[in-house]
């Protein structure tokens, strides 16, 4: 007799949480944000990706955008727009507007595929391509696009695509 040594293959279906544990993420998003809001989140490039891990990811596309000073420091976390399972509106004015009441000198922006691959669509590129447009235009820094996806994100700026 032998037997099947094959691994099934792994497929890739969005995380399902109970309602204790939404409770639980909940909570642990509060905690982080009170540390976020007494320590920077830019102490590391890893420690960003890690962040946007944390709070980005979800069923539903979530546009978030990461305001920051002239020293890189997190102003705020703001999500500007929450969409369906595959697009979320995101309007580069709406972006420009809260940089300049929050004071910013730099943003990065962040958003999630809820299917789980993180590569960008041509539509995710032409946004990036408005945005940093835009933020030239004003005088703010455009840092970088990173989509998070199912255990992994994708840097923009180091594909070389911004």
Not at 29 to 54: E, F, G, K
Not at 125 to 145: P, Q, R
Not at 146 to 161: M, N, P, V
Request: aromatic share 4%; charged share 20%.
């Amino acid at each position: 007799m032998t037997r099947n040594t094959r691994t099934p293959a792994i497929e890739s279906q969005p995380l399902r949480f109970s309602a204790q544990e939404q409770a639980v993420v909940y909570e642990a998003r509060q905690i982080m944000l009170r540390h976020l809001n007494q320590n920077p989140v830019l102490t590391s490039w890893q420690a960003v990706l890690d962040y946007c891990a944390l709070t980005i990811r979800g069923d539903v596309e979530r546009f978030h955008v990461l305001y920051l000073d002239r020293r890189n420091r997190l102003i705020s976390d703001e999500c500007l727009a929450t969409g369906t399972v595959d697009h979320v509106p995101v309007y580069p004015r709406e972006v420009l507007r809260r940089c300049l009441a929050l004071n910013a000198s730099a943003l990065i922006i962040v958003h999630n595929h809820p299917a789980g691959d993180p590569e960008p669509s041509a539509a995710d590129l032409a946004m990036t391509k408005e945005i940093g447009n835009a933020c030239a235009s004003l005088g703010v820094m455009l840092h970088d696009h990173i989509i998070t996806g199912a255990g992994r994100e994708t840097s923009l700026r180091a594909r070389g695509e911004l």
